[in-house]
């Protein structure tokens, strides 16, 4: 069993930063695809950004709103995943969710169901 525990949310205005943490007690060498999820009250679960490792390359994925604005990172040396987020708009609101899985079968990185791991959350908040 793999436990993830996010860290880095806040409340911050439009137009300003913030980095988020997934910290994993596993090396995240041992994760081939890791990602960020967003969840709004009331609205599904939807993936924002992933790193997929699988056969010894790196690939990174993106929903489109946060092309440009968002990095995910991971430190294969020790077990952090990073979300750097930039220029934050109103509409980044919401709990962000570290996810992770092992498996090597992967359709769709940033779609919910391809993961086993998850954290409990951080909430992000953007005011206007």
């Known amino acids: 069993q793999v436990q993830l525990v996010e860290s880095g949310g806040g409340t911050v205005q439009a137009g300003g930063s913030l980095r988020l943490s997934c910290l994993a007690s596993?090396?995240?060498?041992?994760?081939?695809?890791m990602a960020w999820f967003r969840q709004v009250t009331g609205k599904d679960r939807e993936g924002v950004a992933a790193?997929?490792?699988?056969?010894?390359?790196?690939?990174?994925h993106y929903i489109y709103s946060v092309k440009g604005r968002f990095t995910i990172s991971q430190d294969n040396a020790g077990n952090t995943m990073i979300l750097k987020m930039n220029n934050l708009k109103p509409e980044d609101t919401a709990v962000y969710y570290c996810?992770?899985?092992?498996?090597?079968?992967?359709?769709?990185?940033?779609?919910?169901?391809?993961?086993?791991?998850w954290g409990q959350g951080t909430q992000v908040t953007v005011s206007n």
């Open positions: 596993t090396n995240t060498a041992n994760l081939n695809v």
């Open positions: 996810a992770a899985d092992s498996g090597f079968y992967v359709a769709d990185p940033l779609a919910r169901q391809e993961y086993k791991y």
């Open positions: 790193i997929d490792t699988r056969g010894g390359s790196t690939a990174y």
